[in-house]
C-alpha cells in the first residue's frame, strides 16, 4: 500500500538512505553509552543480539523475495530498528526475546509490507508491543540505576545475565532489583504512579531514592543524552524539527495544565519531559520517516497526537511507559492526517484565496 | 465420479471456506488457541453442516423461495442445538471451554452459504458429499491454525484432548518444547489473524507455483518454436 501524496517541489538532498540511517545510528550513541552507565552493561548485549538477527532476518527475507541482499542490508535501516528496540528493552531481559522481537519487526512488520518505504507501522515499535503483549513479567523487568543496586554488574556478567538469566555469581534478576535496603524498586514512572494511588502527593513521591532532583536517577542524564542527538539530528537535517517538537509541546501542554491545577496529584512537566523514553522516542522513534506523516502540517498533527496519547496513557495507563501505544495509534492516522493536510501546490492558491 | 472428485477438490481446496472464502472468521479465529478446541469446533461444524445440507436438500422442492432463507437458519439453529445439548451431556469441559462459539454456529456464513449455494440446488447426495468436504475444509484450517498457535504459544499439542475424547486422550498430549513463558501473542486473536495471513499466504503460493507449472507444461507443449524454449 503506498500513499503517494506528496507533491512537487521535493526537497534535495544529497544524502542517501544510508547515510541518514546511519546519522540516525550515530546520534543514539550518547544516549546508549549513559544507559550503559547507569542501567548496566546489559544494552550493549541487547544491540549485538538486536543487530546480528536484524541482519540475519533481512538477508532471509530478502534472498527469499529474491531481491539484492546486500544493497538493502548495507542501507542501515535494519540496523536502526534493531537499535531502537534493544535500547527500549529492559536491559537484561533474556535473550530470546530481543531476538524473537527484533525477526518480528524485520519480517512481519516490515518486509512482509514490502521492505523499507512500505511499512505502515513503525518496525520497533510493533515489535515492542508485540513483546509487551506476549512477555509482560520479562518486559517489565526494569533494574533500578548501577548507583541503586547491591551488587554491580560486570560486563561478563551482563552476558551471564541476558543469556541464563543469572549473573556469573549467581545473582538471580529479582535479587537484583532490590535495593540496598531490601525493598524492590521500579521505574521512576512506575514508582511514581504506585505512590500516587497510594495517596501520596507527587514531592513525597519525589524523595524516593530511585528519583533525582524533578526526575529519575540516570534516567534525567539518558533523557539529556538523547536530546542532544536529537539536536545534532535536526542541525543535519536528517529529522524535522516539527515531530520532535509537537510531540514534546503536546505531552508538556496537558501535563503544564494538570501540575498548575493540583501539583500534587500530577508530575510537573520537567518530569514527564526527562522520564521513561520522552526524548528517545521524539527524536528518534517518532520521527521515522516511512510511517510518519510526510507533510510539515501533518507532521506538527502527527506529533502532538502521540505526546497527547502519551500523557494519557502515562497517567491512568497501566504500563511501564506508553510511547509503543501512542506511536502506533498515531502511525494508524497517518493516512488520514495526510490526506487532510495536503500541501499547497506550487503556482496554486490556497482555497481561502480563491473564493 | 468426476463430480464426486469436483465437490471434494471444491471443499478441500480450491473453494475452502476458511482460506478462500473466509467464511466463519469468527469461531476460526477465536477458538484456534489449542488444538483440542479447534478439532471440537471443526466437528461440531461438520456435523450441523452435514445435517442442515441434508435437510435443506431433502425440502428444496417445497421452500417457498421468498422465505428460504428463515427456513435454512431454523433448520441449521435445530442442528445447531442438538450440537450443543450432545456436547454439553458428553464433553462438558470442552462445551466450557468452548463457550458461546457453540451456539454462535449458527451464525457461521459457510453453513447458511453452503445451504444457499448448493444444498437448495443439488439432490441429497451431491449435497451431503459438498457439506462433508467443506466442513472437513474448514476442520483442517481450524487444526492448522490450532496447531501452529498451540505450538507457538505454549509448545504442547493436544493440550486438554481428554476434554474431547476421554480420558485415554491424556496420552496424546505433546511436548514440543518446554517454555515457562507462554507466548501470549500467538494464543490472543492478533496471533489468529496473523497466523491466518500466513496460512492463505501459504496457499497462494502453492497455487501460483501450480499455475506457472501447468502453462510450462502447456506451452512446450503446445507451441513449437524454433528461435529458443519459451519460458
Not at chain 1, 41 to 67: M, P
Not at chain 2, 140 to 163: H, K, Y
Not at chain 2, 201 to 211: C, E, P, T, Y
Request: hydrophobic share 55%; glycine share 8%; aromatic share 10%.
Amino acid at each position: 500500500m503506498s500513499f503517494k501524496i506528496a507533491s512537487s517541489p521535493h526537497h534535495h538532498s544529497q544524502r542517501s538512505t544510508q547515510q541518514l540511517m546511519q546519522w540516525v545510528a550515530l546520534a543514539a550513541l550518547p544516549g546508549i553509552a549513559l544507559q550503559a552507565v547507569f542501567f548496566g552493561y546489559g544494552v550493549i548485549v541487547q544491540l549485538l543480539l538486536a543487530i546480528s538477527t536484524a541482519w540475519l532476518s533481512e538477508a532471509l527475507v530478502l534472498w527469499l523475495r529474491k531481491k539484492p541482499v546486500l544493497p538493502r542490508l548495507l542501507d542501515h535501516s535494519a540496523l536502526v530498528t534493531a537499535v531502537l528496540l534493544a535500547i527500549s528493552i529492559p536491559p537484561y531481559a533474556p535473550w530470546w526475546l530481543i531476538v524473537i522481537g527484533t525477526a518480528f519487526a524485520i519480517i512481519m512488520v516490515k518486509q512482509l509490507y514490502g521492505g523499507l518505504g512500505n511499512n505502515l507501522f513503525n518496525p520497533a515499535m510493533a515489535a515492542y508491543v508485540m513483546l509487551l503483549i506476549s512477555f509482560p513479567v520479562q518486559m517489565t523487568q526494569w533494574l533500578p540505576p548501577v548507583s541503586l543496586q547491591q551488587a554491580a554488574l560486570s560486563p561478563l556478567d551482563a552476558f551471564c545475565m541476558v543469556f541464563m538469566q543469572y549473573s556469573c555469581s549467581g545473582f538471580s534478576l529479582s535479587q537484583l532489583q532490590l535495593g540496598i535496603d531490601g525493598t524492590t524498586l521500579a521505574t521512576p514512572l512506575d514508582t511514581l504512579r504506585q505512590d500516587l494511588n497510594n495517596g501520596l502527593t507527587v514531592s513525597e513521591s519525589l524523595q524516593r531514592p530511585v528519583f533525582f532532583a524533578f526526575a529519575g536517577t540516570g534516567w534525567l542524564w539518558v533523557n539529556l543524552a538523547y536530546l542532544l542527538g536529537g539536536m545534532l539530528l535536526i542541525k543535519l537535517k536528517v529529522i524535522s524539527w516539527r515531530i520532535p517538537l509537537a510531540l514534546l509541546a503536546g505531552l508538556a501542554v496537558p501535563a503544564l495544565l494538570f501540575w498548575l491545577g493540583s501539583s500534587g496529584a500530577s508530575p510537573s512537566p520537567l518530569f514527564h519531559l526527562f522520564s521513561g523514553a520522552t526524548m528517545l522516542a521524539a527524536f528518534f522513534i517518532a520521527t521515522d520517516p516511512v510511517s510518519a506523516s510526510t507533510t510539515d502540517r501533518g507532521r506538527l498533527w502527527y506529533g502532538a497526537l502521540i505526546g497527547l496519547l502519551v500523557y494519557i496513557i502515562r497517567s491512568y495507563g497501566g504500563y511501564p511507559d506508553a510511547f509503543a501505544f501512542a506511536v502506533l495509534l498515531a502511525n494508524m492516522c497517518v493516512p488520514l492526517i495526510d490526506y487532510y493536510t495536503r500541501p499547497r501546490t506550487y503556482g496554486h492558491k490556497a482555497k481561502r484565496d480563491v473564493k | 465420479m468426476s463430480q464426486f472428485k469436483e465437490i471434494s477438490l471444491q471443499g478441500l481446496w480450491k473453494n475452502n471456506p476458511g482460506l478462500v472464502q473466509l467464511l466463519g472468521l469468527c469461531p476460526l479465529l477465536a477458538v484456534t488457541g489449542t488444538v483440542t478446541n479447534a478439532l471440537g469446533l471443526g466437528l461440531a461444524t461438520l456435523l450441523v453442516l452435514l445435517g442442515s445440507n441434508i435437510v435443506v436438500s431433502l425440502v428444496r422442492l417445497h421452500v417457498p423461495d421468498e422465505i428460504r432463507i428463515p427456513i435454512f437458519v431454523l433448520i441449521i439453529a435445530s442442528f445447531v442445538t442438538v450440537v450443543q445439548l450432545l456436547m454439553n451431556a458428553f464433553t462438558f469441559g470442552l462445551y466450557q471451554s468452548l463457550g458461546i462459539f457453540i451456539p454462535l454456529i449458527v451464525t457461521n456464513c459457510a453453513i447458511i452459504g453452503r445451504a444457499e449455494a448448493f444444498a437448495s440446488k443439488n439432490p441429497l447426495g451431491p449435497a451431503a458429499l459438498d457439506a462433508l468436504m467443506m466442513g472437513l475444509g474448514f476442520l483442517l484450517v481450524l487444526l492448522t491454525l490450532g496447531a501452529m498457535r498451540e505450538v507457538l504459544g505454549q509448545g504442547t499439542l493436544f493440550d486438554g484432548a481428554d476434554l474431547l475424547l476421554g480420558d485415554w486422550a491424556k496420552v496424546l498430549r505433546i511436548e514440543v518444547f518446554h517454555s515457562d513463558n507462554h507466548f501470549l501473542l500467538a494464543m490472543l486473536p492478533p496471533g489468529a489473524f496473523l497466523g491466518m495471513g500466513l496460512l492463505i499466504a501459504l496457499k497462494n503460493v502453492i497455487d501460483q507455483r501450480q499455475a506457472r507449472r501447468q502453462t510450462i507444461e502447456k506451452g512446450s507443449i503446445t507451441r513449437a518454436r524454433v528461435t529458443g524454449s519459451v519460458q
